[in-house]
Every structure is written in C-alpha cells, then in structure tokens.
C-alpha cells in the first residue's frame, strides 16, 4: 500500500488566481480547487501545481545570488519554439537566452509572478527506423 498518493508543488505569490491561469493555459489543464488563499490546478498530463496567496511575496532573482531559486519547474516540451510561444504570449519572460550547456536543449523563463521555470526539449524515446 502506498502511503503518499501524490505530490503538489505550491508556489507562493501575491496573486494565486492570475497565477494559476497562466499555468492552466500552459500546461492546457484545468482548475481542481480554489479558496480565498490558494488555488490549485492540473496539467492535462496529470501534474499538479497550487498558488498560495502571500501578500509579502517577493519574487526570486535568480539567475542573481541575492535571492535564492526558491523553487524551479522543469516543463517538458516537444518543441522549444513553439513552447516559448506560448509562455511569452501568456505574460512569461525570457530570462535565460543563451545555449544551455549540457545533453539537453532548454530555455529559462519567470512566470507573470517572477517564478523561474525551464522549457526542456523532452527527447524521443522511438527507436530509430531504417
């Protein structure tokens, strides 16, 4: 028998509804619960996130050192271009521009609330024809 069902990543910020729809819209889910102080969401492929209302909320500054990372998404994608997109036309911002060094192809943005999250080309697992 499993103890822990399932996991939820609850990102705080200021404004959990607004939050939650780009998210929704990105992750092309739907909405699961909703209070004065948080909101939850799940992404069509099952993934859950929540927002936490903190009127103090401050976002990171990462890349920079004075505020840690605090928190980091890594979204699955199988095409960068058309992933980026959508987060920019959904109020996300490009934050890392250059070639990511390493086996994977990603790109990293903030959401409208300044959270950072990486765009991961998600590789092919078919075997090779011919």
């Known amino acids: 028998m499993t103890l822990v069902k399932t996991a939820v990543v609850i990102l705080d910020c200021a404004e959990p509804e607004k ?11 739907e909405l699961t619960e909703a209070s004065a102080n948080l909101v939850e969401i799940r992404g069509a492929d099952g993934v859950r996130l929540a927002f936490r209302r903190d009127v103090n ?9 004075e505020n840690s990372l605090q928190a980091h998404l890594d979204l699955l994608v199988e095409d ?7 987060v920019v036309g959904l109020g996300g911002r490009p934050i890392e521009t250059r070639d990511a060094a390493g ?3 990603e790109r990293g943005y903030s959401d409208p609330a300044g959270h950072s999250f990486t765009l991961r080309l998600n ?8």
């Open 19 to 29: 939050l939650a729809e780009f998210y929704k819209k990105l992750l092309e889910g």
């Open 57 to 65: 909320a401050t976002p990171p500054s990462w890349p920079r050192p």
């Open 80 to 86: 960068l271009d058309e992933a980026e997109r959508r």
């Open 103 to 105: 086996p994977y192809e």
């Open 123 to 130: 590789p092919t697992t078919a075997p090779k024809q011919g």
